[in-house]
């Protein structure tokens, strides 16, 4: 788990037990703790339906507002985006070879990214029987051609080409493919077909090819409804980064309510795998999480206060474009009913919800 220390101290042997980075975890392991949280969702309504001590979040707003006496910063935020073949699905790369003369690939953006500069980097692999034929390989995005490179460079030795891609085409679901370029024979009354290619004629688009994209990055709005979104974006192709920031000096409750979170986001992200880094007294630069009580003081941030497990979103002081996840309570239980709630259920389309007070006594479901 990556951990970045901003002041004060902490045991992180002890951290890394309690908010779970799902790096390098199993797909089988994430699906186990998402049906874990599941399970223990359904008990805490079951408990609800009978009277028991968790309690569900009611629908209500709750005050608070970002730190005062920041400079605005613009409505968007430029960014940059490097998508390789192998983070795509094909770890391998793609090989085109006798009969198989197209192959492809499909790979989709996050949503709120809009694309203003996009290039392609291709890296291939020839045999020497096919380069010898001086033969190119056609490249198409979307339906759209992008134009060929000739297959001349020996077998030996990889070629790296690269082509810029009209920003327009590129969507939120993308196709590419590839198609060597072979002639065509007749095969009929006026009937036409691509040529077989014998079984040594190979090119191999390697995973390393890549895209690298800049663009704008999008307000999408602060309502609890669009979660997982914008901290995680199903869309998205790379491993999920999920800043989670805490006070200088976590408590237990506090860490115990993340790791409730965390095994939540991990789930989500699925074969992407997710990556938790640690921020102490320090504000993610981008989207990020804080969890804590009312009134604690994460950088130069203020959680707000209430009373009773609270969900809110609002914008990141550092750049509105941006969003923090504040996951509040005043003790253990509170903090554990926030958390639960957001695993537990759909979110209303608002921005902040706040449940009854708590006691500081714990469930003993939980």
Known sequence: MSRQF??????????????????????AAKSAAGSATDSAAESAAESVATGGDILPLPQLPAPGAPAAGVAAAPANAQTSLSISLAEMGQKSGLTLSGNQLQSGV??????????TQAKISLALSVSRELAATGKNVQLMLNGQPLGSLPLSQDGGDNAVYQMDIPASIMVADNNLSFRINSG???????????????????????????????????????SLESLPRP?????????????????AQPTADVIGASAIVASWFGALAGHRDADFPVLLNALPKE?????????DVVGDFTLPPGDGPGLQIVDNPQNPVYKLLLITGRNERELRQAAWRLVSSPLPAQ???????????VPSAL
């Not at 499909?106 to 694309?115: E, G, I, Q, R």
């Not at 040529?195 to 663009?215: D, W």
């Not at 901290?231 to 006070?247: G, L, R």
């Not at 989207?287 to 009134?295: A, D, E, L, R, Y």
């Open 287 to 295: 989207n990020g999480i804080i969890v804590g009580k009312p009134g």
């Open 184 to 222: 065509a024979d007749v095969s009929g009354p006026g009937g036409e077909c691509e040529k077989a290619l014998p079984a040594n004629y190979r090119v191999t688009v390697l995973p390393t090819s890549s895209f690298e994209l800049n663009g704008l990055r999008l307000d999408i709005g602060r």
């Open 231 to 247: 901290f995680f974006d199903p869309q998205q192709m790379k491993e999920a980064q999920i800043p989670v920031s805490f006070t």
């Open 106 to 115: 499909v790979f989709s953006l996050p949503h709120d990214l809009v694309v």
């Open 6 to 27: 901003c002041g004060g101290s902490l045991n992180p042997l002890f951290l890394a037990c309690c908010l779970l980075s799902t790096t390098g975890v199993s797909h």
């Open 351 to 361: 921005d902040s919800l706040r449940g009854p007070a708590a006691g500081n006594s």
